[in-house]
DNA sequence: TGAGCCCTGTGATTTCTGTCACCCCGGGAG
DNA sequence: CTCCCGGGGTGACAGAAATCACAGGGCTCA
């Protein structure tokens, strides 16, 4: 598919920039595309795939923030690329992906030449900024119960199915908990009757 | 003081068109300048005092996001006013402050017209982003304890006060906790030689 | 086929936090 | 001055979550 597709509202003249300047690169499902701490030299829009953005602590603790789909761009990184900063957060693929690399030296001139493009941005910004919103909201004021619940109720949509190929383990890396305990909630959630419990794969109700 | 001391970015054109459609109002300590569900009909600008952001839980709780102080901008509020959408946050005056409020419906064109507005609308959302990233931080990676020294220290940034007139109360609403939880951690990071506990006020050492 | 690894279930224990109960103290209102 | 109220200290307890320990099951690979 052509990224052009995935990006109709971007104008001529940002289209031919881009398609100059621009990289295409291709991970492979667990693939590192941002490392925390490295030093960004690319914007990164997320053409095929789906990639997450998680949040790293000292001690080795990681925190999922939000998944970026098709059409979507990473806030972090037109912020950091802005001010030329290292990189706050992580950035993986949770499929094979594809993703266009743009050169952060351009955006200045993007942001000020190309309308499509800075509304673009802003939209990210928002968006991103409203996601993280409701992060807050669920570590802030809701018990592990609750946030795995809405934990999988967004891996579901972003996703589109109703079973997930997962692991106890991996939600639990993703929420900063631990295995043991995501284990106990699932297994009253299938008591309950929300989900369906298998080996490596959990069926929503 | 005159509120362009405060903005001395913006450019002329830009100046004339707030001072003719904007109104400044005055805000009492306490006073609420925007309440969670409210319909947004301002983009507020701080010029003097401080203004806390934050956000509220269902079931009454709170959970403080950030402060704003004179020369910055609420987010949230240009988030909301682009999409003519209800406020997610609240916003109350912590000390007495001016604020200038520029109706939403001027914000489209401002931000194509004037460079040096969309300039500061995307700086506003970085730092914000930024803060709300290091708050994720704190509330999933961090306990009580660290996270109440995190918010002194802040605190003490804020203001530019070694001394916080604040009531253990009041923090522990601010971080979503119980007064006595937050009594006794006080006390120990007294015993640490950290601050020294007063009535309605605290000494950071 | 057997070894080793990962996934899952489950009990026991500990730590952190929230909640309840009750205390004292200081300061302002009457 | 006394009363009352909000601020703060503290113990006891409850619940959530993390941690430890261990067992069984399935899958892969030699």
């Not at 993280?132 to 809405?150: G, H, K, P, Q, T």
Request: proline fraction near 2%.
């Amino acid at each position: 598919m052509n990224w052009k597709e995935r990006f109709p509202q971007f104008e001529p003249g940002l289209i031919e920039l881009i398609e100059k300047e621009a990289v295409q690169r291709s991970f492979n499902a667990g693939d590192v595309i941002m490392r925390t701490g490295q030093y960004i030299k690319s914007t990164a829009l997320v053409l095929e795939g789906r990639v997450k953005i998680y949040r790293e602590s000292q001690d080795g603790g990681e925190f999922l923030m939000y998944y970026l789909l098709p059409g979507q761009a990473c806030a972090v990184s037109m912020i950091c690329a802005i001010q030329t900063h290292t990189s706050e957060v992580m950035a993986v693929a949770e499929e094979d992906s594809e993703v266009l690399m743009i050169p952060v030296h351009l955006m200045d001139d993007m942001m000020n030449q190309y309308k499509t493009w800075y509304q673009f941005v802003i939209q990210t910004y928002r968006n991103r900024f409203d996601e993280l919103l409701s992060v807050v909201d669920n570590i802030a004021f809701r018990n592990m119960d609750e946030r795995l619940e809405f934990y999988l109720k967004r891996y579901a949509e972003k996703t589109g199915k109703k079973s997930m190929d997962i692991s106890h383990q991996q939600i639990a890396d993703d929420l900063n908990s631990s295995r043991e305990v995501i284990s106990r909630l699932l297994k009253k959630m299938e008591q309950r009757n929300l989900v369906k419990l298998h080996r490596n794969m959990i069926e929503l109700i």
